[in-house]
């Protein structure tokens, strides 16, 4: 499964972001997809994952509340909307996938970049 993330950019603080990810294949038989981040000089932290039947969902705790994870089967897409950013979201996001919901995540797209200017 090949995974492509995009819709990252420039953004200021307070504003709105929506990341989407391509997947190769049907999304559909995929336990679980999920959003990371990477800032610099950082490791690579979890953001958001989503169950196949997409009804439900977990955050981390510095993004409750802002950030909804949402997946689309149908089209083969997941999704991230980003609202009220901080710097602190500046990073990195990639999104992942895994077949196993006790496997580690096994397919990871490229990232895509968001910058949140103060």
């Known amino acids: 499964v090949q995974l492509q993330a995009s819709g990252g950019g420039l953004v200021q603080v307070g504003g709105s972001l929506r990341l989407s990810c391509t997947a190769s294949?049907?999304?559909?038989?995929?336990?679980?997809m999920a959003w990371f981040r990477q800032a610099p000089g950082k490791a690579r932290e979890f953001v958001a994952s989503i169950v196949r039947t997409a009804n439900s969902a977990d955050y981390a705790n510095s993004v409750k509340g802002r950030f909804t994870i949402f997946r689309d089967n149908a089209k083969n897409m997941l999704y991230l909307q980003m609202n009220n950013l901080k710097p602190e979201d500046t990073a990195v996001y990639f999104c992942a996938a895994r077949s196993d919901p006790f496997d580690t995540y096994k397919y990871w797209g490229q990232g895509t970049l968001v910058t949140v200017s103060s």
């Open positions: 294949q049907h999304t559909s038989v995929m336990y679980h």
